[in-house]
């Protein structure tokens, strides 16, 4: 089916508001992984789930991040009282399993900007 | 620690051959993998090797030698579309089982006529 989807594409956002971030996996995919990608830096782990748990938190930079997922499908990254320094491209993954022979697949991604 | 380094741009002619290197120093090994990223595009995979040698598909060519901690990606025949950043990322068995990837800060390749 269609690939991993992400949304908003782009959010704006002033400096001390939550915002929600939103992946949706490729059907049937039952691992999920947060990045983010900043400017001139390479992508950075955040989260993974496998199913609805997240047994791997380690890569959330601080208390304001938190994640969850519903179904074992759709995830939402939350980011409360967001910085200037929160703005970056987050990135979305999904595979099949979390096997040591599957390949991650990307969505698009979510531009935000923390003014 | 993980660290990984690649070059941060290259230039290479349309109808050449480019080696886009990377090199890694990581806790824990489990796979390395290319990607490819468009601006403003996700990241699409490309290969990975979890064995040393060589693995070939098609254009592209991925190689890896665990005991120096390196890797280069091969693209033959270059077309104006293959300009893009290559991300070189390390696989690693993150806590709870998942297959977290540490990834470098990717290759800008520009294709010129």
């Known amino acids: 089916g269609a690939g991993v989807s992400q949304s908003p594409s782009n959010k704006v956002t002033e400096k001390g508001k939550d915002v929600e971030l939103r992946c949706d996996p490729i059907?049937?995919?039952?691992?999920l992984y947060w990045y983010r990608q900043s400017l001139g830096q390479g992508l950075e782990f955040l989260i993974y789930?496998?199913?609805?748990?997240?047994?791997?938190k380690s890569g959330l930079p601080s208390d304001r991040f938190s994640a969850e997922r519903t179904g074992g499908s759709v995830s939402t990254l939350t980011i409360q009282r967001t910085q200037q320094e929160d703005s970056a491209v987050y990135l979305c993954?999904?595979?099949?399993?979390?096997?040591?022979?599957?390949?991650?697949?990307f969505g698009p991604g979510t531009r935000l900007l923390v003014l | 620690g993980q660290n990984i380094d690649q070059p941060t741009e290259m230039t290479a002619t349309e109808g050449a051959i480019v080696q886009i290197n990377c090199t890694y120093q990581?806790?824990?090994?489990?796979?390395l993998f290319w990607y490819q990223q468009h601006a403003g595009e996700a990241p699409t995979f490309l290969s990975y090797?979890?064995?040393?040698g060589l693995e070939e598909k098609g254009r592209f060519s991925s190689f890896l030698s665990r005991s120096k901690g390196y890797s280069y990606l091969l693209l033959k025949e270059l077309q104006m579309k293959d300009s893009a950043s290559y991300l070189c990322?390390?696989?690693?068995?993150?806590?709870?089982?998942?297959?977290?990837?540490?990834f470098g800060t990717g290759t800008q390749l520009k294709v010129e006529l």
């Open positions: 993954a999904s595979s099949a399993t979390s096997g040591s022979l599957e390949t991650q697949y």
């Open positions: 059907s049937g995919h039952t691992a």
């Open positions: 789930f496998q199913g609805n748990s997240a047994p791997d």
């Open positions: 990581t806790s824990g090994f489990n796979g």
């Open positions: 090797n979890v064995l040393d």
């Open positions: 990322a390390v696989r690693d068995l993150g806590e709870g089982g998942g297959n977290k990837l540490t």
